[in-house]
């Protein structure tokens, strides 16, 4: 065996030949009323075929009695991975978003391993979540694809102010009045706090004779 072969074999220790991860990053993104810059995502096949799955794991001899125990950790990572062609369609499609801008690239796949999990196996939290990407309005590749995106690795910017708003809309009218009350309160002296409560009462009172006279 000549060195450089030797070399070769060891840098393929592990790749999976014909099969590439596919990542992006979101240049903006607003999420649960914040927003967002540079939102790392990994895409996956979405709902991909049983029989592909078990033909890819055929390919590189995992048989059943090989993945026993680690079934669902080994297909998850099975969805993780597009064929080169698919790879490259998928990064030519996410090119075309400008609002927000996308970047993806694609790298080499490792062969699945019992012990470690995909993304379909990872539940969204409060910091990550899931984008039906193959779902979209003018989505045209031939197989589903969707993305998991995680804001703990993007730089925070701002809260959404649209957001903002539409939760102060849906408060109703004594949480829109207690929230200017927690707002202002702290600017009060001690004798504009007490003019306030005798205010209040006097209007309840007031209030109390209109509803008794109709």
């Known amino acids: 065996m000549t060195e450089g072969k030797s ?4 840098q393929e220790v592990g790749v999976w ?8 990053s979101i ?10 810059k540079d ?10 075929p049983e029989g592909e799955i078990r033909s890819l794991l ?10 026993r125990g680690y079934e669902q950790d080994i297909i998850s990572q099975v969805e993780d991975t597009f064929t080169e062609e698919q790879a490259d369609q998928l990064i030519a499609y996410l090119k075309k978003y400008k609002n927000p801008e996308i970047k993806a690239w694609k790298k080499k796949a490792e062969k ?24 979209q309005e003018g989505y045209d590749l031939d197989f589903k694809a969707w993305a998991y995106y995680d804001t703990r ?35 009060l002296t001690q004798v504009e706090i007490q003019e306030l409560k005798e ?3 006097e209007k309840s009172r007031s209030m109390e004779d209109d509803h008794d006279r109709q």
């Open 7 to 10: 070399k070769q074999e060891g």
């Open 17 to 24: 030949p014909g099969r590439y991860i596919v990542e992006g």
């Open 27 to 36: 240049e903006q993104m607003t999420d649960r009323g914040h927003i967002y």
């Open 39 to 48: 939102v790392w995502m990994k895409l996956f096949r979405h709902e991909m």
């Open 58 to 67: 055929k390919s590189i001899g995992y048989t059943d009695s090989v993945i």
């Open 112 to 135: 699945p391993k019992g012990g470690y999990v995909g993304t379909t196996a990872i539940p969204a939290g409060v910091e990550t979540g899931w984008i039906q990407l193959s779902e």
């Open 153 to 187: 690795r993007a730089e925070y910017l701002k809260p959404d102010p649209s957001a903002e708003l539409e939760g102060y809309l849906k408060m109703t009218a004594i949480d829109r009045l207690k929230s200017q009350i927690d707002t202002d309160l702290k600017y």
């Open 199 to 201: 205010y209040l009462e």
